[in-house]
Protein backbone atom coordinates (compact mmCIF):
# COMPACT_ATOMS: atom_id res chain seq x y z
CA UNK A 1 0.00 0.00 0.00
CA UNK A 2 1.41 3.29 -0.63
CA UNK A 3 1.38 6.07 1.90
CA UNK A 4 2.33 9.95 1.41
CA UNK A 5 2.37 11.59 4.36
CA UNK A 6 3.30 15.57 4.54
CA UNK A 7 5.04 17.60 6.97
CA UNK A 8 5.99 21.25 7.15
CA UNK A 9 2.90 23.07 7.19
CA UNK A 10 1.89 25.73 9.91
CA UNK A 11 0.86 29.11 10.87
CA UNK A 12 3.40 31.79 9.50
CA UNK A 13 3.12 35.59 9.36
CA UNK A 14 3.26 36.87 6.16
CA UNK A 15 6.92 37.56 4.35
CA UNK A 16 7.75 34.34 6.20
CA UNK A 17 9.04 30.97 4.91
CA UNK A 18 8.21 26.86 5.02
CA UNK A 19 9.35 24.04 3.94
CA UNK A 20 6.58 21.28 2.95
CA UNK A 21 8.27 17.59 2.93
CA UNK A 22 6.60 14.23 1.55
CA UNK A 23 7.57 10.77 1.76
CA UNK A 24 6.07 8.23 -0.42
CA UNK A 25 6.69 4.80 1.12
CA UNK A 26 5.25 1.24 -0.36
CA UNK A 27 5.56 -0.41 -3.42
CA UNK A 28 6.25 2.32 -5.98
CA UNK A 29 7.85 1.82 -9.35
CA UNK A 30 8.58 3.87 -12.24
CA UNK A 31 7.25 7.16 -10.50
CA UNK A 32 7.38 9.63 -13.99
CA UNK A 33 6.94 12.91 -11.46
CA UNK A 34 5.98 14.26 -7.63
CA UNK A 35 4.32 17.50 -7.25
CA UNK A 36 2.45 20.13 -4.66
CA UNK A 37 -1.03 21.12 -5.44
CA UNK A 38 -3.24 23.28 -2.76
CA UNK A 39 -6.83 24.28 -2.55
CA UNK A 40 -7.84 26.86 -0.31
CA UNK A 41 -11.67 27.29 0.81
CA UNK A 42 -14.00 27.84 -1.43
CA UNK A 43 -11.56 27.66 -4.55
CA UNK A 44 -10.51 24.29 -6.62
CA UNK A 45 -7.48 22.63 -6.10
CA UNK A 46 -4.48 23.62 -7.75
CA UNK A 47 -1.09 23.12 -9.03
CA UNK A 48 1.78 24.80 -7.19
CA UNK A 49 4.68 22.99 -8.50
CA UNK A 50 5.55 19.51 -9.69
CA UNK A 51 8.87 17.96 -10.68
CA UNK A 52 10.03 15.31 -13.18
CA UNK A 53 11.84 12.35 -13.57
CA UNK A 54 14.58 13.91 -15.27
CA UNK A 55 14.63 17.07 -13.44
CA UNK A 56 12.60 19.64 -15.22
CA UNK A 57 9.91 21.75 -13.03
CA UNK A 58 6.87 24.30 -13.58
CA UNK A 59 5.94 26.76 -10.95
CA UNK A 60 2.12 28.41 -10.94
CA UNK A 61 2.41 31.85 -11.95
CA UNK A 62 1.54 33.17 -8.20
CA UNK A 63 4.63 31.51 -6.48
CA UNK A 64 6.91 31.66 -9.57
CA UNK A 65 10.50 33.10 -7.64
CA UNK A 66 9.49 32.78 -4.34
CA UNK A 67 9.18 28.54 -4.03
CA UNK A 68 11.74 25.64 -5.06
CA UNK A 69 10.33 22.47 -5.68
CA UNK A 70 13.13 19.36 -5.14
CA UNK A 71 13.06 15.56 -4.98
CA UNK A 72 15.55 13.21 -3.14
CA UNK A 73 14.41 9.63 -4.20
CA UNK A 74 11.09 9.00 -2.69
CA UNK A 75 10.71 12.34 -0.98
CA UNK A 76 9.80 15.71 -2.53
CA UNK A 77 10.39 19.19 -0.89
CA UNK A 78 8.46 22.19 -1.63
CA UNK A 79 10.52 25.35 -0.30
CA UNK A 80 8.01 28.44 0.14
CA UNK A 81 9.40 32.29 0.81
CA UNK A 82 8.19 35.37 1.16
CA UNK A 83 4.58 33.76 2.03
CA UNK A 84 1.59 35.91 1.57
CA UNK A 85 -1.52 35.35 2.83
CA UNK A 86 -3.21 34.20 -0.50
CA UNK A 87 -1.24 31.14 -0.14
CA UNK A 88 -2.96 30.09 2.68
CA UNK A 89 -4.72 26.57 1.63
CA UNK A 90 -4.26 23.07 2.32
CA UNK A 91 -1.06 21.50 0.25
CA UNK A 92 -1.29 18.01 -1.04
CA UNK A 93 1.69 16.12 -2.13
CA UNK A 94 1.07 13.91 -5.26
CA UNK A 95 2.76 11.18 -6.82
CA UNK A 96 2.46 9.67 -10.28
CA UNK A 97 3.20 7.06 -12.88
CA UNK A 98 2.02 5.59 -16.42
CA UNK A 99 -0.42 4.09 -14.37
CA UNK A 100 -1.32 5.46 -10.67
CA UNK A 101 -1.27 8.56 -9.40
CA UNK A 102 -1.59 8.94 -5.29
CA UNK A 103 -2.27 12.07 -3.19
CA UNK A 104 -1.53 13.17 0.44
CA UNK A 105 -4.02 13.84 3.00
CA UNK A 106 -2.77 17.38 2.73
CA UNK A 107 -0.89 19.84 5.07
CA UNK A 108 -2.80 23.25 6.49
CA UNK A 109 -0.47 26.58 5.23
CA UNK A 110 -1.81 29.59 7.04
CA UNK A 111 -0.27 32.81 6.48
CA UNK A 112 -1.31 35.55 8.52
CA UNK A 113 -0.79 39.12 7.42
Known amino acids: QVQLVESGGGLVQAGGSLRLSCAVSGSIFNINGMGWYRQAPGKQRELVAD?????STRYADSVKGRSTISREKNEVYLQMNSLKPEDTAVYYC?????????WGHGTQVTVSS
Open 51 to 55: IRTGG
Open 94 to 102: NVWGWNYNY
